[in-house]
């Protein structure tokens, strides 16, 4: 998978709609629509295989509406340009992180050698002693 190709792809693909937003800009905020909303369907990635897509449906599980929408908000800056460009890589970044997910290796699962065995014992052998010293110690008194 392309990361230029899937950023064109939610750059053809996304809808996006603005209102007015809420950040910094004076009087520019209420005159002007620069809070940008970002929707893409999921199933509308072309770049990404179905496997990956399932991926992304389920580490972004909180993200994805009804509609199987990724939906992103931004309202950072005063330029509605610059949020647009922001809210684009905000999705691509998403998805990226949903597939780096995908590609880890699988811990495969080992044993503990014998030195650390013997060493978990002796430790826990001279915790042992020394509650028993203090039970000593008081029944004594």
């Known amino acids: 998978?392309?990361?230029?190709?899937?950023?064109g792809n939610i750059e053809t693909c996304a809808v996006l709609t603005f209102s007015r937003?809420?950040?910094?800009?004076?009087?520019?905020?209420?005159?002007r629509s620069?809070?940008?909303?970002?929707?893409?369907?999921?199933?509308?990635?072309f770049s990404l295989s179905e496997m990956e897509k399932q991926a992304?449906?389920?580490h972004l599980s909180t993200r994805i509406n009804n509609n199987d929408?990724?939906?992103?908000?931004?309202?950072?800056?005063?330029?509605?340009?610059a949020n647009r460009q922001r809210a684009i890589e905000k999705l691509v970044s998403l998805i990226l992180s949903a597939l780096e997910i995908l590609n880890q290796k699988?811990?495969?699962?080992?044993?503990p050698n014998r030195a650390a065995r013997e060493s978990r014992l002796k430790t826990k052998h001279y915790r042992s002693s020394v509650k028993k010293q203090r039970k000593s110690r008081f029944t004594e008194d």
């Open 1 to 7: 998978m392309d990361i230029h190709e899937l950023k």
């Open 21 to 31: 937003s809420s950040g910094p800009g004076g009087q520019n905020v209420n005159k």
């Open 34 to 45: 620069t809070q940008v909303h970002a929707h893409i369907a999921v199933k509308d990635i």
């Open 56 to 58: 992304v449906r389920k």
């Open 69 to 81: 929408e990724l939906t992103v908000r931004v309202q950072n800056s005063r330029s509605q340009w």
């Open 106 to 111: 699988k811990r495969k699962p080992t044993r």
